[in-house]
């Protein structure tokens, strides 16, 4: 009980001021621009090629990602630059309360924005399309991913703060170099990288009609994916273990707080 009350306490506390930070605005920013982009395809593209373009290489590529660690950014370096992490750690309460009232707070924020660029892409890509029609499936896969995405990338950002000082860096570095790098390695490797389950989870769309979004981009030829359902669970795991360690390593980490 004390576990469980110390992670609502510090929901509580810090939803309303993580709304209103300046990351979060930085966010939701970004996040406006997923609209906008589904008013640039031609007419004569059709609404399902529109979406999945959109929603594969902007959603979840680019915006997904970015929100993540933008959002995770405050975590705990608020409380370190604050110092307000002693009030904390100086009393009888479980450490990994902080960690995961304080990531609720992100991931319930980073959920809906990442809800409303999806939603946004399924609803105004079609209005600009002569043939408007989505394929079946195609509009709640993106909008799953894009979910699954903000969750993932803003646990890990999380979780790289509690060993490293400069988390932001190395989530750039993760993002830009490894994330970009492993998802396109033909292989097992791919499996490593958290843009593989999203994709497998948006694309792997089934028996649809159209020829295109069956064979998919060519970047993505002769990638095997699960099914969804697996995918899901595999990402779900992974961010369970990735909790999992961050809490061993916020245990066991001492802040030195300078003057």
């Known amino acids: 009980m004390s576990f469980l009350s ?34 640039l395809p031609p007419a004569h ?8 373009m959109i929603g594969l290489f902007y959603l979840l590529q680019v915006v997904a990602p970015i ?22 750690f100086t009393r009888p309460v479980p450490r990994a309360a902080l960690l995961l009232g304080r990531y609720l707070c992100v991931l319930v924020l980073v ?19 002569a043939t408007p029609a ?14 699954l995405g903000g969750a993932s990338y803003s646990l890990l950002l999380a ?24 998802a396109l390695v033909p292989g097992s490797a791919q499996k490593m990288s958290i843009q593989y389950y999203l994709r497998g989870i948006y694309t792997n769309l089934g028996a649809v009609e159209n020829q295109w979004l ?15 359902t697996e995918l ?12 999992g360690v961050s809490v061993w390593g916020l245990r066991r980490r001492q802040f030195v707080l300078t003057s």
């Not at 209103?20 to 930085?26: A, G, V």
């Not at 959920?111 to 399309?129: E, F, G, Q, W």
């Open 214 to 228: 069956r064979d998919g981009p060519e970047m993505l030829a002769g990638t095997e994916f699960s099914t969804p």
């Open 45 to 52: 593209v059709e609404a399902e090629k529109a979406v999945y």
């Open 111 to 129: 959920s809906a924005l990442m809800a409303i660029a999806a939603i946004s892409v399924s609803s105004v890509a079609p209005t600009r399309s």
């Open 159 to 182: 979780g790289l703060s509690v060993f490293f000082k400069r988390a932001m860096v190395i989530g750039i570095f993760y993002l830009v170099a490894m994330e970009v790098f492993l």
């Open 6 to 39: 110390t992670t609502w306490l510090m929901f509580t506390t810090y939803l309303g001021a993580t709304a209103r930070s300046k990351r979060m605005i930085i966010c939701m920013l970004l996040v406006l621009t997923v609209p906008l982009a589904a008013l």
């Open 67 to 88: 929100v993540g660690l933008i959002a995770s950014a405050g975590v705990l370096s608020d409380e370190v630059e604050n110092r307000t992490i002693t009030y904390v």
């Open 134 to 147: 989505l394929a079946d499936g195609q509009a709640s896969r993106l909008l799953l991913a894009a979910i």
């Open 232 to 243: 899901v669970v595999r990402l779900m795991l992974f961010l369970a273990f990735l909790f």
